[in-house]
């Protein structure tokens, strides 16, 4: 019994470890030009049974099942973060990249796939359909932050958070080709339209029914909302899966809905979502890092023939998937070309390419490995290389306004009035001038401001500075015309 608890108690000492050390490097991340998610994959290598032989970790099993419930809340804090306005004019071209463009670049990896391993044509193109897709985990943690113009932030991360369901559609539709006999061609496609239109419509639904049960529901404490909140999106991916519609699909859309929606506590469902957010990114790619046997993975034949095929990604089928998806919409060339080298790959591909290892597919830990060495590489080369990629092309855009967030007054949502939160950066019109002369809606007052680390107490004549931090009491009939003013 004594031994049980030791254990136990050493475990938990080893993930606060593990989870300080984490937090610790998305602090330096930026600064070393590394993506967090990589640092996170080499953490869990590190601790695991081929490093420092901490943990010893090889159940495929749960580590799908982690990696699932992973990527549910990181799409959904992605989607809730994304606004409507940003990505409705490039829903188009975006929809396009995630299905023509990851069926492009899955046939091409595929062929050269064939080429490079003993393999048939139909693992060929299994292993290019499991690396086709952009990661929205990976996506999304990269651009954030970054200074990138809105339409082709806009364009990445809606294709990121909708291209999952034809790769997942690709990878499954190619593991049954080589598994079931006689499989008929009509059923995979209708079962590709049923997965992405009753996905849709789900995910609408669902986020409809969410907004409704949020904004009326009276609980007794504000930290319940994010709570709820996220059993939606859990509910909705589950539901939408088990009637084999695109739960992943469903789960984005959902949370579009959500996210663009008057919401009670939104402040605190995003502030909550974005650091659960982190969590599932953290505990995720630490799993996968210690599913990963480095001994195997970093081997003359791998790395090899995985530069061979990370080569063929990154330089020929991702542009060519570009430059063909988007030949009828209106981007520049520098635009496709951006648009080209920031197809992240990331958990998607890892996860899916546990496909084969539980189903124990021939040539399945072929597949992780190549797959795994892949979306390091493209982590390590795209990732890291973006904001560089977008300031030679000329596509950085001025520093972007912190939205302003609101601040809920009381737990029960009785007020008439909420404190919103707006940060002033370089590019505010409000910079220099003094409170008396900024025309803020009649049912709002500015009630204190943060400068320097410390609080200012704003009077009529106090002029706004650069950084400065204010807070502002409106009423929440005036909420969305301060909102529009302060962009």
């Given at each position: ?192 339209l049923w997965q992405m239109g009753i996905g849709a ?166 597949y992780f490995n190549v797959v795994f060495f892949v ?113």
């Amino acid at each position: 019994m004594f031994d049980v608890i030791n254990n136990t108690d050493q475990f938990i000492l080893l993930a606060a470890i593990v989870l300080t050390v984490s937090v610790l490097v998305t602090k330096f991340s930026n600064r070393l030009g590394v993506p967090s998610l990589i640092l996170f994959i080499l953490l869990g290598m590190l601790i695991g049974s081929d490093g420092l032989g901490f943990i010893y970790f090889d159940n495929a099993r749960i580590a799908h099942l982690i990696g699932m419930v992973a990527l549910v809340i990181i799409l959904f804090e992605g989607g809730i973060q994304t606004k409507w306005k940003t990505i409705r004019p490039v829903i188009g071209s975006s929809l396009t990249l995630a299905t023509l463009g990851v069926l492009i670049t899955s046939g091409l990896v595929g062929i050269v796939a064939k080429q490079v391993f003993d393999i048939s044509w139909l693992e060929a193109m299994l292993l290019g359909s499991i690396v086709g897709s952009t990661d929205a985990a990976a996506v999304f943690a990269v651009l954030k932050g970054k200074n990138i113009k809105d339409k082709l932030e806009s364009t990445l991360e809606a294709e990121s958070g909708t291209n999952d369901p034809m790769a997942v559609f690709l990878t499954i539709s190619f593991i049954q080709l080589l598994t079931i006999e006689n499989l008929s061609i009509a059923g995979l496609v209708f079962n590709f339209l049923w997965q992405m239109g009753i996905g849709a419509v789900l995910g609408y639904a669902f986020g409809q029914l969410a907004v409704a049960s949020i904004n009326r529901i009276n609980l007794d404490s504000s930290g319940l909302y994010p709570l709820i909140a996220l059993a939606f999106a859990l509910i909705t991916y589950s539901f939408s899966a088990i009637i084999g519609a695109s739960g992943l699909l469903a789960v984005y859309i959902a949370a579009l809905v959500i996210g663009n929606a008057e919401l009670t506590y939104r402040h605190s469902i995003l502030q909550f979502n974005e650091g659960f957010g982190w969590m599932a990114q953290i505990t995720m790619f630490i799993i996968l890092g210690l599913f990963v046997f480095p001994s195997t993975l970093f081997t003359t034949s791998i790395i090899w023939k995985g530069l061979v095929v990370s080569g063929v990604l990154i330089f020929i089928a991702r542009p060519v998937a570009v430059f063909l998806s988007l030949i009828f919409f209106r981007y520049q060339i520098k635009e496709k070309m951006f648009l080209s080298w920031a197809g992240l790959r990331g958990a998607v591909p890892i996860v899916l390419s546990l496909f084969p290892v539980l189903l124990n597919l021939d040539n399945s830990q072929l597949y992780f490995n190549v797959v795994f060495f892949v979306v390091i590489l493209s982590a390590l080369v795209q990732g890291s290389t973006i904001t560089v990629i977008a300031k030679y092309l000329g596509l950085l855009g001025p520093k972007k306004t912190k939205p302003a967030h609101s601040l809920e007054l009381v737990s029960l949502g009785k007020s008439n009035v909420e404190m919103l939160e707006y940060e002033v950066v370089e590019s505010s019109f409000v910079i220099g001038k003094q409170l008396v002369d900024i025309s803020f809606p009649q049912k709002a007052l500015v009630s204190a401001i943060i400068r320097d680390q410390k609080v200012v107490t704003p009077t009529g004549d106090t002029k706004i500075h650069k950084n400065d931090i204010l807070y502002i009491l409106v009423n929440k009939k005036a909420k969305n015309e301060l909102k529009d003013m302060l962009k």
